[in-house]
């Protein structure tokens, strides 16, 4: 006869541990982790070295910065607002004049492209003028002379 | 390397740490009416900004690069680049996370340079590190009595710095962030950008490895 198998529970895991240390479970989260802990020495002793180690860290004292480090960096920011003017950046204060440019350019073009129109000789296709009337010595066909009033 | 370290941790370790500066808690009135006047460059609005969060700051810098200059330095850049964002900071979240997001991304930068510059020199990060945590922390057991306790005291504040230095910047941010500044698993996640299901088990790798380098100080 065989043994009946016995049913080990599966480890905890690495999510359930953090939670457990942070005090993050439900109670009745909780009390499952630790009816499994009770069961499982290693997994009991390393959450004991984590208790511990977390004590150290979070009892490390407080970080003081130097007590000008508020004044220094206040000045800091001073400097950089004088060297830097507020409102727009100058790329986009120096827009508007770059457009204005282009447009004077533009205008100062076509007036001139117009002069040089009117003042240049047409070229096109040469009107016909009639042609001048000329006395009329000759005498007009048939022998009569023409009436001149 | 470092500044002068003399008096630069105060005995009172993480209670003070926790009352001091920013309000915890929800998104606060203060937090709201101190972004409404930044963002309008009210006169003294940055020097409220400067004194309300620098412990806080400070304290996360320093934690991250184990170097009281290099960590004055980083804060420093770190108020000027909330000056210069607090336009595009929109209220989404709490502007502390927000200000710590700022922060976590300034030392990762700054922790690559120092790489970087160490490399260059051909000389390990590590050596430099030591030197910061040598010199820069004063003794944690000036809450202990007696010279042989604040001695004691002061090498196993060394020793924790030195470790945690020598973890991976991600495992270290994590061990900073909840376990000495005490932010939420939530406040974490918003500094970080890690995904919801990652950060519990990220941290209990990051608190294992850090046992693991603290077994000689933790029997």
């Known amino acids: 006869m065989s043994d009946p198998p016995t049913s080990t529970p ?36 390393e959450v004991e070295d984590l208790r ?3 004590r150290i860290v979070s009892d490390l004292p407080a970080v003081e ?34 457009v204005l440019s282009i447009l004077v350019i533009l205008v100062v073009a076509v007036l001139y492209m117009m002069a040089e129109l009117d003042e240049r000789p047409v070229s096109g296709p040469v009107r016909e003028t009639p042609p001048a009337v000329r006395p ?14 | 390397m470092t500044g002068g370290a003399s008096g630069a941790t105060t005995p009172e370790g993480a209670d003070q740490r926790k009352a001091v500066g920013a309000p915890r808690g929800g998104r606060d009135p203060f937090e709201r009416s101190l972004v409404r006047r930044l963002q309008r460059q009210a006169p003294r609005a940055f020097e409220e900004l400067v004194r309300t969060y620098q412990h806080r700051v ?10 009281r200059h290099e960590a004055e330095d980083v804060a420093q850049e770190v108020f000027l680049s909330v000056f210069r964002a607090i336009g595009r900071y929109r209220g989404d979240g709490r502007f502390q996370t927000w200000l710590f997001r700022i922060a976590a991304n300034a030392c ?31 003794p944690v057991a000036a809450q202990v009595a007696g010279p042989e306790a604040a001695a004691a005291g002061r090498r196993l504040e060394e020793a924790i710095q030195r470790e945690l230095s020598a973890l991976d910047e991600d495992q270290r941010l994590l061990i900073v962030l909840r376990d000495i500044e005490g932010l939420s698993y939530q406040e974490i996640l918003a500094v970080t950008g890690l995904p919801e299901g990652t950060l519990k088990s990220r ?17």
């Open chain 1, 10 to 45: 599966a480890p905890l895991d690495e999510d359930q541990i953090a939670a457990y240390v942070d005090g993050e479970l439900s109670p009745e989260e909780a009390a499952a982790v630790e009816a499994r802990l009770a069961d499982d020495p290693d997994a009991r002793a």
């Open chain 1, 52 to 54: 511990r180690m977390l």
């Open chain 1, 65 to 98: 910065p130097p007590p000008d480090f508020a004044d220094r960096v206040v000045r800091k920011l001073r400097r950089a607002r004088a060297t830097r003017p507020e409102g727009p950046p100058l790329a986009l204060l120096s827009l508007p004049f770059q």
């Open chain 2, 58 to 67: 400070f304290g996360l810098v320093y934690r991250m690069l184990g170097d």
């Open chain 2, 203 to 219: 941290l209990h790798r990051a608190r294992l490895a850090l046992k693991e380098r603290l077994r000689p100080y933790l029997s």
């Open chain 2, 108 to 138: 990762r930068t700054r922790l690559r340079q120092l790489a970087s510059r160490a490399a260059h020199r051909a000389e390990p990060l590590d050596s430099v590190e030591d030197v910061a945590g040598a010199s820069a922390n004063p």
């Open chain 1, 136 to 149: 009329a010595t000759d005498a007009a066909p048939g022998g009569q002379r023409p009436v001149v009033p």
